[in-house]
């Protein structure tokens, strides 16, 4: 079965700082992966997908940035982190084979919070 | 433009009581509906989807969500909840030929008292 795993659970970084979150996806090959971040009262927002190594979308112009060194790794970073960085960031994938309908599947998420 | 639209951001109701949370949605092509919940301080779960054929589709755990074209809507309904039913719950739509990414509201804090 597949799993997906975020890590950190949670960050407490200053402004300034740099961010790096990973994700990790067990048991498929060439998944579609995405990054979202959800803040109070706004939803989820799309940061970025990709449908493979190397290859990244970016659906927001902000000061984060993502990769994808390895299949089934997806990797969330920023040089200087601000206070709007502050967050709950969340990792899902969906079959890269599939077509429309597919479902995408969520990690169990990142909290950040940036002082 | 293609949207989904959550009217409401808090449901409060008490326990054993029917609950309807409502989705709306914008689009000029095919779409497919989700719904998923979101427990405190964890991932999101899909609830529920709708891709074609039978309008009404349910979940394991007693919801249930009509897909109704001439509407554009997708409203997720329990006939009687739980306390344990207390979260955050998502719609979101998957619009055709938009490479399968999907376009979620702002969510519904669905929050049941005794």
């Known amino acids: 079965s597949q799993t997906i795993h975020q890590w950190p659970a949670t960050l407490v970084q200053p402004v300034g700082s740099p961010l790096s979150l990973e994700c990790t996806v067990e048991g498929t090959s060439n998944p579609n992966l995405y990054w979202y971040r959800q803040a109070a009262g706004r939803g989820l927002q799309l940061l970025f997908y990709?449908?493979?190594?190397?290859?990244i979308s970016s659906e927001v112009p902000q000061n984060l940035s993502a990769s994808r060194p390895q299949d089934r790794q997806f990797i969330l970073s920023s040089k200087k982190l601000l206070l709007s960085d502050s967050g709950f960031y969340l990792c899902?994938?969906?079959?890269?084979?599939?077509?429309?309908?597919?479902?995408?599947?969520f990690g169990p998420g990142t909290r950040l919070l940036v002082l | 433009a293609q949207s989904v639209t959550q009217l409401d951001s808090q449901v409060p109701v008490f326990e054993e009581a029917p609950v309807e949370l409502r989705c709306n949605y914008s689009?000029?092509?095919?779409?497919?509906l989700f719904w998923y919940v979101q427990y405190p301080n964890q991932g999101l779960q899909l609830l529920l989807k709708?891709?074609?054929?039978?309008?009404l589709v349910e979940s394991i755990n007693g919801f249930e969500a009509e897909f109704n074209k001439s509407q554009t809507s997708f409203h997720l309904r329990k006939p009687s909840v739980h306390i344990s039913d207390t979260a955050e719950y998502f719609c979101a739509v998957q619009f055709e030929g938009s490479q399968g990414n999907l376009i979620f509201g702002k969510g519904t804090k669905l929050s049941v008292k005794p």
């Open positions: 709708y891709l074609s054929g039978s309008t």
């Open positions: 990709s449908v493979g190594i190397g290859q």
């Open positions: 899902a994938w969906k079959g890269g084979l599939a077509g429309v309908g597919e479902t995408q599947y």
């Open positions: 689009s000029s092509v095919s779409v497919y």
